[in-house]
């Protein structure tokens, strides 16, 4: 099993930043791909970063020039600088990682718990 605990939610003022980090533990064998979702009240959960195990990254419209997903691979984390947060940014934020736990094992989608994020003056 896998397990992801994730840090630096709360709330900030438009404009302002955050960062949010996730690390990895547990029966772990191989990593991929690893990145951040989240999910506003009465929407659906979307994919806002997300960054491979060879550093390729992708990300959401609304935050590309603003949010920057980061991933030490040595430690298994992840981390989201989030800058020029706006209120339409508020929302739970989930650390998602594709994991195997043995070399026979198919991938796997484990999530965190969540963050929550609230842009709010």
């Known amino acids: 099993q896998v397990q992801l605990v994730e840090s630096g939610g709360g709330l900030v003022q438009p404009g302002g930043s955050l960062r949010l980090s996730c690390a990895a533990s547990?029966?772990?064998?191989?990593?991929?791909?690893m990145g951040w979702y989240r999910q506003a009240p009465g929407k659906q959960r979307e994919l806002v970063a997300r960054?491979?195990?060879?550093?390729?990254?992708n990300y959401a419209d609304s935050v590309k020039g603003r949010f920057t997903i980061s991933r030490d691979n040595a430690k298994n984390t992840i981390d989201l600088q989030m800058n020029s947060l706006n209120p339409e940014d508020t929302a739970v934020y989930y650390c998602?990682?594709?994991?195997?736990?043995?070399?026979?094992?198919?991938?796997?989608?484990?999530w965190g718990q969540g963050t929550q994020v609230t842009v709010s003056s």
């Open positions: 998602n990682v594709q994991a195997t736990t043995s070399p026979m094992a198919i991938k796997y989608n484990y």
């Open positions: 960054i491979t195990s060879g550093g390729s990254t």
């Open positions: 547990g029966r772990i064998f191989n990593i991929y791909a």
